[in-house]
């Protein structure tokens, strides 16, 4: 049995992955603009991944014969100052967003839901993943500086990175 609580913690958490979304999207725009088509790259597939996310759990609610409820979703920051600035904030934004997926696991245990403290497992992983690959990518920018060349070089790299559907296992 789902509790009305964790039914609507987990519909809270639809709503901050599709937020996440926006939020990468805008940032894509925002590399887009200045010229760097690798890191827009990047941040679109994230955008996208954030999507997967939030239909994951959208099927668990359904699944779990709860009822879905679609929160309105914030506009997104589009103030962005430099390629290190928009990491700090992805990094900033993962961060709370591992604290919101900390809070459903222990909801879950609280209200003995070990269905859904089971299934939250899996973004508990994805977090530690997602943090790690903002703050690497920080780690190059501070080590390589804000120049030309560098971010010429970075921005090859993240241009490889290829939209794969993410799939809850
Ligand atoms: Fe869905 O993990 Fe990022 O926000």
Redesign the pocket.
């Known amino acids: 049995m789902i509790s009305d609580k964790v039914v609507s913690i987990l519909n809270e958490q639809i709503n901050?992955?599709f937020y996440?979304a926006y939020?990468?999207l805008a940032m894509s725009a925002y590399f887009d603009e200045i010229g760097l088509y690798g890191f827009s790259n990047w941040t679109k597939v994230?955008a996208k991944?954030?999507m997967d996310?939030?239909m994951i759990i959208f099927d668990y609610i359904i699944d779990r014969n709860a009822k879905i409820d679609l929160k309105q979703i914030n506009v997104p920051e589009t103030n962005f100052k430099s390629a290190l600035d928009v990491f700090e904030k992805i990094y900033e934004?993962?961060k709370y967003?591992t604290s919101s997926i900390d809070v459903i696991a222990n909801m879950s245990m609280d209200e003995c839901d070990l269905a859904t403290r089971n299934f939250i497992n899996w973004?508990l992983r994805?977090?530690v993943e997602?943090e790690s690959n903002a703050n690497d990518i920080i780690t190059k920018l501070k080590m390589f500086g804000d120049e030309k060349a560098s971010l010429y070089l970075l921005d090859k790299e993240l241009a490889n990175r290829e939209y794969k559907k993410h799939e809850y296992n």
């Open positions: 901050k992955e996440s939020l990468y994230q991944e954030e996310h939030g934004h993962e967003v973004y994805e977090q997602e």
